[in-house]
């Protein structure tokens, strides 16, 4: 995935919703200390900086120089540019070894992932026992029937242009792997279903899609899939361009710790 979020990373930084402080409280109720936080592909510091509010350090790392460049600043947080040519040790070393991290957070990135490759590690660096590892991610926004209905036929022209590894995103996990003990919250294969609600405008909404990687994929192929066209079917059936409407992201969450 190295790259494919660049160019969009200032308003990707905008466009997304805010995780709910809720789901913090539940990951950190698991851990058996709260000394060291590590989110992974943490974009611009989002679920970091919530996670700083449970635990002393936290560490955000990323593959995006540009997606870090527009991180979030917090004095708990600390962003470490993970290029993919890092070694395996010398990302445990900057991490601060094995056994020393109570909580990784994946927010809307493992599918991204290599998974096998991030698993390892994160087996090595969680603490044990008391480490919890949660990743999670949305899928649909929920908006009303008639606006669902053309927003779907929208997100259809984008399949072409998605990397593979988003089908397990479509899925909402359910297909992802996940080899590791359930903590009461949810197993592999039955993620937890939860729902992130957020008042949204039609400008906003523009800014989401647009920071899209399919959307900006099938930019770069010379291929527009918004064109005036759509954006105005999509602003009428919201309701207008200023309109602020109460909508609903649908979320799944696996949390986990390693199995002894």
Same mark, same amino acid.
Not at 58 to 70: M, R, W
């Given at each position: ?202 400008? &906003?909404? #523009?800014?989401? !899609? @647009? +920071? ?10 010379? %291929?527009? /899939? ?12 919201? &309701?207008? #361009?200023?309109? !602020? @409407? +109460? ?10 710790? %390693?199995? /002894?």
């Amino acid at each position: 995935m190295a790259g494919l979020f660049d160019k969009q990373a200032e308003i990707y930084l905008d466009a997304r919703p805010n995780y709910p402080k809720e789901w913090f409280t539940l990951l950190s109720d698991r851990t058996s200390y709260h000394s060291l936080a590590w989110d992974v592909g943490t974009g611009n510091g989002q679920a970091a900086v919530s996670v700083a509010k449970h635990y002393d350090q936290v560490i955000g790392t990323d593959v995006s120089e540009a997606q870090l460049k527009c991180a979030i600043p917090h004095p708990q947080v600390r962003y470490l540019h993970t290029p993919i040519s890092i070694s395996d040790e010398d990302l445990i070393s900057q991490l601060g070894g094995e056994n020393s991290v109570d909580l990784i957070t994946v927010a809307q990135a493992v599918h991204w992932f290599n998974l096998p490759s991030f698993y390892s590690i994160a087996a090595r660096v969680l603490r044990k026992p008391g480490g919890v590892i949660a990743v999670w991610c949305y899928n649909d926004i929920v908006v009303d029937p008639n606006f669902d209905v053309i927003f779907k036929r929208f997100h259809g022209t984008t399949l072409p242009y998605w990397n593979p590894g988003i089908q397990l995103l479509f899925d909402g996990y359910k297909t992802l792997p996940f080899p590791f003990e359930a903590v009461g919250l949810s197993c592999e294969g039955e993620p937890l279903k939860l729902d992130i609600k957020k008042e949204l405008s039609f400008e &906003g909404f #523009l800014r989401m !899609v @647009r +920071s899209w990687s399919a959307v900006v994929m099938a930019k770069e192929q010379g %291929v527009d /899939l918004l064109p005036e066209s759509v954006v105005g079917e999509l602003e009428v059936a919201w &309701g207008g #361009l200023t309109l !602020v @409407r +109460s909508v609903v992201y649908k979320a799944f969450m696996l949390a986990g710790s %390693v199995k /002894l």
